[in-house]
């Protein structure tokens, strides 16, 4: 049975005469040149174990590199080539993994960027570099990897990037429905969520015109749900666990309640352009849920704020030159009026 190709360093042997026959005194004397042409074995990148991701910041940490673990070669007067490699905790070289890097700018340097992406192989590589010059890496989070950040190295020097372990991430997969305060669908609304757990870029959802939304492929572990919108809904304290929140239902402070009213100074007088804030919380047995909205008083001081969850609330009054009023407020039926004076 023929040996694997794999396990075989070839020696290739090949002899090149060159003869004129016959001889002559003219003639060239007869050359014999034997050129060995060897194959190595691949090589496998030496991995780093001691690089783990930070739980603060799901961002790993560099620690010392020997020199040898990475390229340097000069390029002109003053630049300088660095190279690296990317990969996981199996030694696997990562393709494609987006690397940025930033100059710092001391003294009166230009900040300049440099983003390059990883090879076939892991192996990732920045031209021109200034030699000495500060520089700082990042590797953005994405797929099913953390991110990592190298803040400062100086190129040419010995703390340049190496190799660099990227930690996996689980990823979870969740669906569910956004409801108001009776559980009745809310339809049409976007959300942000962002991880809090480890440095991830922001994913949004949306529920469609029956309420249910889907967060695919997302890192477990706390999140913040929060709308950008005047009317902010967040919600925070929920942890997502693999497998556990297949259908999450998520309850914002939306409902029929109304609460209308006046804004005035001491004499009656209305007063506009006013700012009046509304707060509300409550919690459920996974997370609490907040809500703060914004109104300004028109010509004749008046307020409106609709589509509450009628929850207790907060609600705030603040005014030029006079005191901020704050009180609380407990819904007495679906529409509650108030008049409000503010004192200098």
């Not at 042409?37 to 930070?54: E, F, K, M, S, Y």
């Not at 003053?78 to 700018?105: D, H, K, Q, R």
């Not at 309850?251 to 609460?259: A, K, M, S, T």
Request: glycine letters at 8%; a negative charge; aromatic letters at 10%.
């Amino acid at each position: 049975m023929p040996r694997p190709l794999s396990t075989v360093v070839v020696i290739a042997t090949v002899t090149l005469l060159y003869w004129q026959w016959p001889l002559s005194p003219d003639s060239e004397i007869a050359v014999d040149k034997t050129v060995e042409a060897v194959t190595p074995p691949p090589q496998t990148p030496a991995i780093q174990p001691q690089q783990r991701a930070d739980p603060a910041t799901g961002f790993a940490q560099q620690s010392a590199i020997p020199v040898d673990k990475f390229e340097q070669s000069i390029t002109g007067e003053n630049t300088v080539t660095v190279s690296g490699w990317i990969g996981n905790e199996s030694g696997t070289g990562l393709a494609g993994v987006e690397v940025e890097v930033e100059s710092s700018g001391f003294d009166g340097e230009e900040i300049t960027l440099h983003k390059t992406s990883s090879g076939q192989r892991g192996k990732f590589i920045f031209a021109e570099l200034i030699s000495g010059r500060q520089y700082r890496l990042e590797i953005k989070p994405s797929g099913e990897y953390a991110g990592f950040i190298l803040d400062t190295f100086a190129a040419g020097q010995a703390n340049a990037p190496g190799e660099i372990i990227l930690d996996r991430i689980n990823l979870v997969d969740v669906d569910g429905m956004i409801v108001d305060t009776s559980y009745a669908p809310v339809a049409n609304l976007k959300l942000e969520v962002r991880s809090l757990s480890v440095a991830y870029p922001d994913r949004s959802i949306s529920s469609d015109s029956s309420g249910y939304f889907s967060l695919q492929a997302f890192p477990a572990g706390e999140v913040r749900i929060a709308t950008n919108a005047t009317d902010y809904y967040h919600i925070k304290g929920l942890e997502l666990h693999p497998d556990e929140y297949r259908k999450l239902t998520l309850v914002i402070d939306r409902g029929n309640y109304h609460l209308a009213g006046w804004v005035s100074d001491e004499n009656g007088a209305p007063l506009a352009e006013i700012h009046v804030t509304l707060k509300s919380t409550f919690a459920t047995d996974d997370y609490n849920s907040n809500s703060y909205r914004l109104r300004v008083t028109d010509g004749n001081g008046a307020f409106d704020f609709s589509e509450l969850g009628g929850y207790p609330v907060t609600l705030e009054v603040y005014a030029d030159g006079f005191e901020t009023h704050v009180q609380q407020h407990e819904f007495q039926s679906f529409s509650d009026t108030l008049q409000i004076r503010l004192s200098k």
